[in-house]
């Protein structure tokens, strides 16, 4: 017998009992299905927040619900004390479609780039034999909120009041590879210092903006040059949201690690990171995850791997995509006086508004949802579209003309 949801609480006596480090919509969802969603009230969603590009495969997906109530019925979790069929099962697909030859899981993309970050660290004591290693991050980064991911991050906001901050970090400016290569000629300096190049392909909190085909080469060729480790964060872009099965394809060249969550398990909470072969330096008792790959979310994460396959959903997003940034396009032209630019990849899309101009992201998101349509800011200026990867193009156009009625409204 299946359990009755819960009955939703008040916002009120929700922020009672519940720590609100949230800016939360006055909205309750309690339904999905495919790229729709229901609030308590029984109003439908057009949901292009997809849990901030997470639902891979959108709600209730026939395949990941099967995957999971199997799982849950045959055995759920155990911890790394043991050999896991599914999770071995899904490192092989992570490797066999990938540049990486080994997977560490975890629960977060927070998780995943910690992880990335001690790898890089000890590479750099062990193998470099570098005494204080530095990793260089881009300005307008997100990593992560753990202590480490926060300092990570180049953006002051997420850091203040968590002070002091973890050491071994410095930041230079995203697609500038003057700033970059002047930064590690000056930490190198009298011995080598930089241990990793930490960067997104395409910021998505700092705005959905894309890295540069050529910055990117040139970074690689520096990294290659000097024995530096270059780590990218697929966390947001990485499992098919570009339009390629991993950010660092878009771009055509190939990270030492990299870092995968968000959309990898659909949902489902897991992490992973991937290195090659030579820099796999981890051994027993280096790091650790109680949960990190266990039976379910991994034979979830395995599940949406083989169904972006089968259901040959990267064509979709590319098409898609397309197809949104098209009718963005449109929108920006048909109010020039609010929208300065759209950017982005695949199903990955900003909309900039202009800077000088008092409308906020948060403020167009709050008129979407009065269209029925669920968007996410990506800073106080961009408003982020991010929908399943199984999305339509009926639901595009529905999408679209959601995002012109708010538009409409907010310019009368």
């Known amino acids: 017998m299946v359990a009755a949801p819960p009955t939703p609480l008040s916002a009120d006596a929700f922020d009672q009992v519940v720590m609100t480090t949230y800016g939360r919509f006055p909205i309750t969802l309690v339904r999905g299905e495919g790229c729709r969603v229901w609030d ?19 709600h209730a997906h026939p395949a990941l619900v099967e995957t999971v109530s199997r799982q849950m019925q045959t055995l759920h979790h155990v911890s790394n004390l043991y050999y896991i069929p599914q999770q071995g ?14 997977v560490f899981f975890c629960n977060s993309g927070a998780e995943a780039n910690e992880a990335a970050i001690k790898l890089a660290r000890k590479y750099a004591h062990t193998v470099r034999h570098i005494a204080n290693p530095v990793i260089i991050t881009a300005e307008a980064s997100f990593h992560g909120r753990t202590l480490a991911t926060i300092t990570a991050t180049g953006q002051p906001k997420y850091q203040q009041h968590f002070d002091p901050l973890v050491p071994g970090f410095a930041y230079v400016p995203y697609n500038d590879f003057a700033a970059l290569e002047a930064l590690v000629a000056s930490l190198d300096q009298p011995a080598p210092q930089v241990a990793a190049i930490l960067l997104e392909p395409l910021q998505g909190e700092g705005g959905v903006r894309p890295g540069d085909r050529a910055y990117f ?11 530096i480790l270059l780590i990218f964060d697929e966390v947001q872009v990485g499992m098919g949201r570009t339009g390629c099965l991993w950010g660092y394809e878009t771009l055509g060249v190939e990270p030492d690690i990299f870092t995968s969550a968000k959309g990898l398990a659909g949902g489902i909470p897991i992490g992973a990171m991937v290195a090659k072969e030579f820099c796999a330096v981890f051994a027993p008792g280096d790091h650790a995850s109680t949960f990190g790959g266990n039976p379910l979310a991994a034979a979830a994460a395995l ?82 579209f991010v929908p399943p990867l199984i ?11 959601a995002v012109g009625r708010a538009f409409a409204r907010l310019a009368a």
Request: charge should be negative; hydrophobic fraction near 40%.
């Open 40 to 58: 308590d009230q029984g109003r439908s969603y057009l949901d292009f927040v997809a849990g901030i590009a997470t639902c891979t495969l959108g």
């Open 89 to 102: 099962a899904l490192a092989q697909w992570l490797v066999t479609h990938s540049c990486g030859d080994r």
């Open 217 to 227: 080469e040139q970074v690689r060729q520096l990294c290659t040059e000097k024995g």
């Open 303 to 384: 599940t949406v791997c083989e169904t972006l396959e089968k259901e040959n959903l990267l064509e979709n997003v590319r098409d898609r995509g397309q197809q949104l940034r098209t009718g963005l396009h449109e929108l920006a032209t048909a109010y020039p006086h609010l929208i300065a630019e759209v950017r982005g990849w695949g199903l990955i899309n900003g909309l900039a508004l202009h800077p000088d101009i008092p409308l906020t992201a948060a403020e167009v998101v709050k008129a979407a949802i009065g269209e029925g349509l669920l968007l996410v800011p990506a800073g106080p200026k961009v408003v982020r």
């Open 391 to 401: 999305v339509s193009a009926q639901e595009i156009e529905m999408a679209l003309e």
